[in-house]
């Protein structure tokens, strides 16, 4: 898929083989998304660059597209079925949002992807209402993942103008909602971390028993799940690290 993508880019930029810069190119756009090409601007023939930068109906848009949408396929089509699914039914049942995420994906890559692209795309998904402009010039998606990293499920209520009432009841209430799968896979990976970091061993669903309630209440309320199960000095040392790494 990789080389089929990068031969269209290089014939739709026109890049020729000697072009000292055209693996750089492809390489930016694959990452952070048309918007990279600004970058270039001197290494594209001037026709070129207006016409692929102007609007999302051009070719390179629709092949950036194609790309981001067969990499999700590719990455979490085994490991995160569930995703996948639900981005199916998304752009089934209400293509407008889906292609909205999908199209901002393809202008600016992985700048909203954070450490959690899973999580990422879902919250945008959810909060249909937040466009291009209100995440650049208010910073609001910033402040949504730090507070519903940092707090939890049921801190999303703090931006139910953005979402309708019951999607945010379901959020909230279903216990595997798509938010909460979300939340969980971000979680795992970090909590994984913090385990290993202060040499935690994951005995008898310890990491599982933890996830569920961080997810629900947020770092410090929902690892104290799992206080009663560690010895008191790991604790400490993992409250320590939580508080380190995401206060």
Known sequence: MLKIITNELIKILALDDDDENKDKII????????????????DIKPKIYREQMNGNDNELMTLLKKYFEQK???????SNA???????????????TYENVLTRTAEYG????????????????L????????LQEKNLFDDLW????????????????YIASEIINELINEKQSILFQALREYYRQELFRLFQQNNIADKENLCDLALDNIVEYGW????????????????????????????
């Open 82 to 96: 569930w995703f996948i699914a639900y981005l199916k039914q998304c752009k089934n049942n209400d293509n407008v």
């Open 146 to 161: 730090l507070t519903i990293t940092n707090d939890g499920l049921k801190s999303i209520i703090e931006y139910s103008k």
């Open 72 to 78: 999700w396929e590719v990455e979490y089509g085994s």
């Open 127 to 134: 909060l249909k209402d937040i466009d291009n402009k209100c």
């Open 27 to 42: 390489n930016d756009l694959l990452k952070n998304g048309r918007q990279s090409l600004i970058n270039y601007q001197k």
């Open 220 to 247: 410090i309320d929902g690892i104290k799940a799992i206080e009663d199960t560690i010895a008191p000095k790991k604790f400490e040392m993992l409250l320590d690290s939580i508080l380190l790494s995401f206060n």
């Open 110 to 125: 992985n700048k909203y992807m954070k450490n959690c692209p899973i999580l990422s795309i879902i919250l945008q998904i």
